[in-house]
């Protein structure tokens, strides 16, 4: 379900979770059709193996559609609104097989260029309740074990979804130090029907992932209350090849921090 | 150093770092000789190759030093006073290649048949700056560089060294969770020349050992705030095959959490 977007939007529609307005794309006359029905701007998608960005294309009134048409020819796409959302979000669930089910406070999540840059811990959001609400409506209905994560555009206070990921997620990272369980711990007890371990935040916790180049690992760690995950992947543009998480039950060491953190991943950020 | 429980303890009264009284026995007339000197209770340890109770033999009044001296015959021994003391603690540290030293809270432990069965992180101890202070010794005679920890009587609010182990230790394991950084982080953060990192405290934290035998994985992730760690060792007689951690910020939480704990683990107990 959550690698055709198509079948995911539907899916999530069918639960009642509500998301932006979309159509199918399989030609350039569908994509006329559609940017008249969702109007400008709007966000034409693959609907097959699109990540961190990729196989999306931005739609403006200026934008030559014939032209973007060529440059995702050959896949079937969808055609989506764009929210003008003031957050995206996203919510990371655990179930297990007994059906045992724990919901992490929410991340809020800033992406850049499409990927993922930064997730921050949202202890006592707003939105929790409807985000687990609209989890748990996936976890049910697909009788689904393992953490899962839901993402999300905070539009006005209300959720729409925008895509969910079967696994363990990026924007789920700063539970390894920032949740009394991490959602490795969780998805392992998950899917070994152990039971679920507390999802409660352990003081303010962030993750920024560093992206296409590595900084100086000892800068990193030179900042109180940081924690350092080195990949071991060859640097690549656009590739994540690392992150750190501050974690911190002091304030002020959190927000010294996390600028901190974001400058030197601005630094060596090549995408 | 650590190795010869004799070089040890002199290097301790060298550094003046008190001790329990001790002598050397190389003989029966040495082991007469010191407990004239020491009185009883004593206890005579092997100076070498002792680790989990291994090694030493409790000398009471009604003792017969010629059969206790038979049972560890061959090897060159010491002849401890007992001290009366009222806990053991122990304080680990760390020491990077540059010289920046940190110091965990202390851990409050409790052994039986000299092996350690519980560890409870101690912030805010009154004894914390006597411990640090003695740590601090070795770690500069030495130039140490790593994660080291040094086991401590308690008398009456004095220290006493017992023995310090030049690695990470067992009674520290509760830093995995129970520590802004646990005590393996920080010395592969010592070794590498890296910033250390804090050693604070996160919420309450202990460790029980599960020794000679495994509890049910699921009884022990039941409890609210517990973590496993499973050794993939064989169970044998004696022999340490898993912790768990209790870590929580939430008071009853940890209080409620503990004692499950030990009772899962004196439940599996051969030794």
Chains 1, 2 share one sequence.
């Not at 764009?82 to 990371?92: D, T």
């Not at 750190?244 to 991943?265: F, G, H």
Request: aromatic share 8%; hydrophobic share 40%.
């Amino acid at each position: 379900v959550a690698q055709d977007r198509l079948v995911e939007k539907n899916f999530f529609q069918e639960l009642g979770i509500p998301t932006p307005g979309f159509a199918v794309v399989n030609n350039l006359e569908d994509l006329h059709v559609a940017v008249a029905r969702l109007g400008f701007p709007a966000i034409l998608k693959t609907r097959r193996m699109g990540y961190d960005g990729k196989g999306q294309e931005f739609i403006k009134p200026e934008t030559d559609l014939a032209q973007t048409w060529e440059s995702v020819r050959g896949y079937d796409c969808i055609l989506e609104a764009f929210v003008p959302f003031q957050r995206e979000v996203s919510i990371i669930a655990a179930r297990s097989v007994s059906g045992e089910v724990k919901y992490y406070p929410l991340s809020e999540n800033l992406h850049k260029g499409g990927i993922l840059r930064v997730a921050e811990c949202r202890e006592n959001d707003p939105l929790q309740a409807q985000a687990e609400d609209y989890v748990s409506r996936l976890l049910e209905s697909l009788d689904y074990v393992g953490v899962i994560a839901l993402e999300l555009f905070d539009v006005d206070g209300k959720l729409l979804a925008n895509e969910f990921a079967p696994r363990v997620h990026n924007s789920g990272h700063w539970t390894i130090e920032g949740a009394e369980t991490s959602q490795f711990e969780n998805h392992l007890r998950a899917i070994l029907d152990l039971p679920l371990g507390s999802t409660a935040a352990v003081g303010n916790a962030a993750m920024v992932n560093f992206i296409g180049g590595l900084p100086k690992v000892e800068e990193v760690l030179a900042i109180p209350g940081v924690h350092a995950h080195w990949y071991g992947k060859e640097p690549r543009k656009g590739r994540k090849v690392a992150h750190a998480t501050v974690r911190s039950t002091n304030d002020n060491t959190y927000r010294n921090a996390l600028p901190k953190l974001e400058r030197l991943a601005e630094q060596v950020d090549d995408s």
